[in-house]
């Protein structure tokens, strides 16, 4: 038996079984803020935060009740996260009420309602988006990288922790009839963001200048860090890092810099296996017939991490270029320029006949005829062919490459033919494809 004795008369039982009572709640309470990880059950707490009822609030057993809830972590800034949403729509109507999704957003709703302003295709009253959310964000699945999956059964029990590309058709069927989710588990070790700014896995620090070629960073998304790169010294760099990337990502990294314009049409891969450049995602029937048991399987083989340090601030064109020697040697691959034909977009006179400039239509490719500028035919050309997701332009006009065009250049996006040509009427100038040789880059096997 345990005696308690007081010396004061202050302290009355009623005063004490409160403050007792108080503890107990505040110890419950606090159990809800413990990370859970897969087989633990998640506690019953309160959601809020609902972007399209801001004063609704449910219980959380009352989403996974009879069915698979997949709370989905994004943020407005993560395209993977985007793209990933733009599934909901065929998930939602091949599934109906056997799943319930939450696209899960940590940031304020004017900042998700200006997305969806930009965007409506990414809001629907057939899934739920939360705002503002702290307490399953931060406290019950603490996470560094998105898109993050959270997969609960029926019974309210973590089934699975995945990144987004396992969000499948495929994994809920295995989720719902009770199977394992066939995806490997998403962890956030080693992968604080943080390291998009520092040394990439940098063992000593009495080096001169270093590059270096990884497999995958498991975990981690693809992304691309230059340093500096401020307006004061636009150009030059010291270092660049790319992280969990496909070998068409890098080697179009290290060809495009300025000076040098390229488009996918321009870099071309002849290797045995199609899937060592190309992500599953651009190549589903392959992917399917290939040997790559999971998404994971294939990105242990075929993603990389490549970080390149020199001494001092360089011309950007100095690292892309050693970059691209760092890739044909590491990778031992054969890159090398080619002239081959291909079909060009070339920039003739246009002919009198086709009549007056119509300017009232020519708003394609983001053109604004109203915003005019002058600019030299080389840069144009230069500019079109940075645009251009595909083809090439050359100038077969006869003019010479220092005449000044007026037109529109503050376009940001990629542009068409259509784009192009609309943009080139106003000079009296027009586009027609022809067959011609041009410097293609060429990656093979030895």
Same mark, same amino acid.
């Given at each position: 038996?345990?005696?308690?004795?007081?010396?004061?008369?202050?302290?009355?039982?009623?005063?004490?079984?409160?403050?007792?009572?108080?503890?107990?709640?505040?110890?419950?309470?606090?159990?809800?803020?413990?990370?859970?990880?897969?087989?633990?059950?998640?506690?019953?707490?309160?959601?809020?935060?609902?972007?399209?009822?801001?004063?609704?609030?449910?219980?959380?057993?009352?989403?996974?009740?009879?069915?698979?809830?997949?709370?989905?972590?994004?943020?407005?800034?993560?395209?993977?996260?985007?793209?990933?949403?733009?599934?909901?729509?065929?998930?939602?109507?091949?599934?109906?009420?056997?799943?319930?999704?939450?696209?899960?957003?940590?940031?304020?709703?004017?900042?998700?309602?200006?997305?969806?302003?930009?965007?409506?295709?990414?809001?629907?009253?057939?899934?739920?988006?939360?705002?503002?959310?702290?307490?399953?964000?931060?406290?019950?699945?603490?996470?560094?990288?998105?898109?993050?999956?959270?997969?609960?059964?029926?019974?309210?029990?973590?089934?699975?922790?995945?990144?987004?590309?396992?969000?499948?058709?495929?994994?809920?069927?295995?989720?719902?009839?009770?199977?394992?989710?066939?995806?490997?588990?998403?962890?956030?070790?080693?992968?604080?963001?943080?390291?998009?700014?520092?040394?990439?896995?940098?063992?000593?620090?009495?080096?001169?200048?270093?590059?270096?070629?990884?497999?995958?960073?498991?975990?981690?998304?693809?992304?691309?860090?230059?340093?500096?790169?401020?307006?004061?010294?636009?150009?030059?760099?010291?270092?660049?890092?790319?992280?969990?990337?496909?070998?068409?990502?890098?080697?179009?990294?290290?060809?495009?810099?300025?000076?040098?314009?390229?488009?996918?049409?321009?870099? *071309?891969?002849?290797? =045995?296996?199609? /899937?060592? +450049?190309?992500? !599953?995602? &651009?190549?589903?029937?392959?992917?399917?017939? #290939?040997?790559?048991?999971?998404?994971?399987?294939?990105?242990?083989?075929?993603?990389?991490?490549?970080?390149?340090?020199?001494?001092?601030?360089?011309?950007?064109?100095?690292?892309?270029?050693?970059?691209?020697?760092?890739?044909?040697?590491?990778?031992?691959?054969?890159?090398?320029?080619?002239?081959?034909?291909?079909?060009?977009?070339?920039?003739?006179?246009?002919?009198?006949?086709?009549?007056? *400039?119509?300017?009232? =239509?020519?708003? /394609?490719? +983001?053109?604004? !005829?109203? &915003?005019?500028?002058?600019?030299?035919?080389? #840069?144009?050309?230069?500019?079109?062919?940075?645009?251009?997701?595909?083809?090439?332009?050359?100038?077969?006009?006869?003019?010479?490459?220092?005449?000044?065009?007026?037109?529109?250049?503050?376009?940001?996006?990629?542009?068409?033919?259509?784009?192009?040509?609309?943009?080139?009427?106003?000079?009296?100038?027009?586009?027609?494809?022809?067959?011609?040789?041009?410097?293609?880059?060429?990656?093979?096997?030895?």
């Amino acid at each position: 038996m345990i005696r308690i004795l007081y010396k004061t008369k202050d302290i009355s039982m009623k005063s004490l079984l409160t403050t007792f009572l108080i503890f107990i709640a505040l110890n419950s309470f606090a159990q809800y803020y413990h990370p859970l990880k897969i087989g633990d059950q998640i506690p019953d707490v309160t959601i809020r935060g609902f972007f399209d009822d801001s004063q609704k609030s449910v219980k959380i057993s009352e989403l996974y009740r009879n069915k698979l809830l997949i709370l989905d972590f994004w943020g407005t800034w993560c395209g993977a996260c985007l793209e990933e949403m733009g599934t909901f729509p065929h998930l939602k109507a091949q599934f109906r009420d056997q799943i319930e999704i939450v696209a899960v957003g940590y940031e304020a709703k004017e900042k998700i309602a200006a997305l969806f302003k930009r965007n409506p295709s990414l809001h629907s009253k057939a899934w739920i988006t939360l705002y503002s959310d702290s307490v399953l964000t931060y406290k019950l699945f603490p996470h560094h990288l998105l898109p993050h999956m959270v997969w609960i059964d029926r019974t309210g029990h973590v089934i699975a922790i995945t990144e987004g590309y396992d969000l499948s058709a495929d994994n809920i069927k295995n989720a719902i009839s009770g199977r394992p989710v066939a995806a490997r588990l998403k962890t956030d070790e080693n992968s604080d963001l943080s390291i998009i700014d520092k040394p990439f896995r940098q063992m000593d620090t009495n080096f001169i200048g270093r590059s270096i070629l990884t497999k995958r960073m498991p975990g981690s998304l693809s992304f691309e860090s230059m340093h500096p790169a401020t307006n004061d010294i636009k150009g030059f760099r010291n270092r660049t890092f790319e992280g969990n990337c496909t070998l068409r990502h890098l080697y179009f990294y290290a060809l495009f810099y300025d000076g040098n314009p390229l488009n996918e049409s321009r870099l *071309v891969f002849e290797l =045995n296996d199609s /899937l060592r +450049f190309t992500h !599953p995602k &651009k190549a589903p029937q392959s992917f399917k017939k #290939s040997k790559y048991q999971s998404y994971d399987d294939w990105a242990d083989s075929n993603l990389y991490c490549y970080e390149l340090i020199v001494p001092k601030l360089s011309p950007d064109s100095i690292l892309r270029k050693t970059m691209l020697a760092d890739l044909n040697r590491y990778l031992n691959l054969n890159g090398r320029w080619e002239m081959r034909d291909q079909k060009c977009y070339a920039i003739q006179k246009r002919d009198k006949s086709e009549g007056e *400039v119509d300017t009232k =239509n020519n708003t /394609l490719d +983001f053109y604004k !005829p109203e &915003k005019k500028e002058l600019i030299k035919l080389d #840069s144009l050309v230069e500019l079109f062919n940075k645009r251009l997701t595909s083809g090439y332009v050359i100038n077969k006009s006869g003019l010479p490459n220092n005449t000044f065009i007026e037109t529109n250049t503050s376009f940001k996006a990629s542009i068409g033919q259509a784009g192009i040509s609309n943009m080139l009427k106003r000079a009296g100038l027009t586009i027609t494809l022809i067959n011609e040789k041009i410097p293609i880059y060429v990656v093979s096997e030895y």
